[in-house]
């Protein structure tokens, strides 16, 4: 049972690059949600969705887009990175309300 | 809005003394509150959850947090920690609203041999 998959781990990318993450899970959960972790933050939402087909925005969702077509698939798009968002960026999903939520190992984001 | 803090950024405890984390929250309903650990290039791990009845409650790794609704606190406690306990851990709270977590700042965890 993988759980919670993300790809990549690590990337290194220039101002101005775009990419995606990657999110899969594959406990049939319709939450999804993408965070960002920086020192002496926590963890921040960035955007999360609450089913196939619907995103939502989180408390920090400037410079990123999100798209889940697929039920199991959560993707993170960067169209324009920038220094700023250098950072270790969290997927998690959950099935039920009130549940708690599933993490990814996490993919660290370098922008230089 | 609600809010979470850790009051605590760094904590340093002998092996074999016991630990207690502070966590305090702001939310206007009853909350729903989780402790998550992180080790080093790992995500997260739940440690334990409160959503309601009995107030002490029971987790992982001889973990356990009480639920204070008078001082809005969820404080994580261990009676003897070990040198594997050593991670950052995060207090959190659910918005009870799309399931969205609200999280603390995180306290990071030495443990001296």
């Known amino acids: ?112 | 809005a609600q809010s979470v803090t850790q009051p605590d950024i760094h904590i340093t405890v002998s092996e074999g003394a016991s630990l207690e984390l502070r966590c305090n929250y702001s939310y206007g309903a009853t909350p729903y509150l989780f402790w998550y650990v992180q080790s080093p290039g790992q995500g997260l791990q739940l440690l334990l959850k409160y959503f309601s009845g009995d107030t002490l409650v029971q987790g992982i790794k001889g973990f356990e947090a009480e639920f204070k609704r008078s001082q809005s606190s969820f404080n994580l406690r261990k009676p003897s920690v070990h040198w594997s306990d050593a991670a950052e851990y995060f207090c959190a709270v659910n918005n009870n609203a799309g399931n969205m977590l609200t999280f603390g700042g995180g306290t990071r965890l030495m443990v001296k041999p």
Not at chain 1, 21 to 38: F, G, I, S, T, V
Not at chain 1, 61 to 69: A, C, I, K
Not at chain 1, 71 to 87: C, D, I, M
Not at chain 1, 95 to 109: C, I, S
Request: aromatic share 10%.
């Open chain 1, 1 to 112: 049972n993988a759980g919670v998959t993300q790809t990549p781990k690590f990337r290194v990318l220039k101002t101005g690059q775009s990419m995606t993450l990657l999110c899969a899970q594959d406990m049939n959960h319709e939450y999804m949600y993408w965070y960002r972790q920086d020192p002496g933050m926590g963890l921040r939402l960035i955007h999360y969705s609450v089913g196939e087909g619907t995103t939502a925005k989180g408390e920090v969702p400037d410079g990123y887009n999100v798209s889940r077509l697929k039920k199991q698939n959560f993707l993170l798009g960067l169209e324009s990175a920038a220094p700023s968002q250098t950072s270790v960026y969290f997927c998690a999903s959950v099935g039920n309300l009130n549940q708690p939520q599933h993490f990814g190992d996490g993919t660290r984001l370098s922008i230089l």
